[in-house]
């Protein structure tokens, strides 16, 4: 039987456990921002990725993560492959090579099926110019402690 938490006695399911990190690499950098894109936050705290799925990457300070807030302010990192399938969740953190870049705000289903927006919360709407990426640097979704050295 799952464990289950007790409050004010109604029976609640712990959903969460734990998981293996999502892997990729970049495949195309993106060196652009906008302060008007009209992105809306999807109403799902996950989603799942398949190894070979291509999805882009998009940093901004927006914070709110209600089912369909918008977000305008926004800088494009680029394009990874997925290397490693998986579950990404909203406050995942994430990292581009050992650089802890922000958390996961949510996702933007603007382009799907082609492809998901994935959106991460930074200090700034960061570009792959202002980070100095490159095609091939490894990117990395997943808990744990944010690492020395963030963007």
């Known amino acids: ?81 997925m290397s490693r399938g998986g579950v990404i969740d909203r406050g995942d953190l994430f990292w581009i090579g050992e650089r802890g870049i922000g958390v996961v705000l949510g996702f933007d289903a603007c382009h799907f099926p082609n492809h998901y927006n994935i959106l991460i919360r930074a200090a700034e709407p960061w570009t792959g110019l202002d980070l100095a990426l490159g095609p091939g640097m490894t990117v990395c979704f997943g808990p744990g402690p944010v690492p020395e050295g963030t963007a």
Do not use: W
């Not at 959903?15 to 999807?42: A, I, N």
């Open 1 to 81: 039987m799952p464990p289950r938490a007790s409050g004010g006695g109604t029976a609640q399911i712990r959903e969460d456990g734990q998981k293996r990190p999502v892997t990729g690499v970049l495949v195309k950098v993106l060196t652009h921002r906008r302060d008007d894109r009209g992105m809306k936050l999807e109403p799902y705290a996950s989603r799942c990725v398949r190894a070979g799925e291509v999805h882009e990457l998009v940093t901004t300070s927006h914070a709110q993560t209600a089912s369909g807030s918008k977000i305008d302010r926004v800088g494009f990192l680029g394009f990874a492959e």
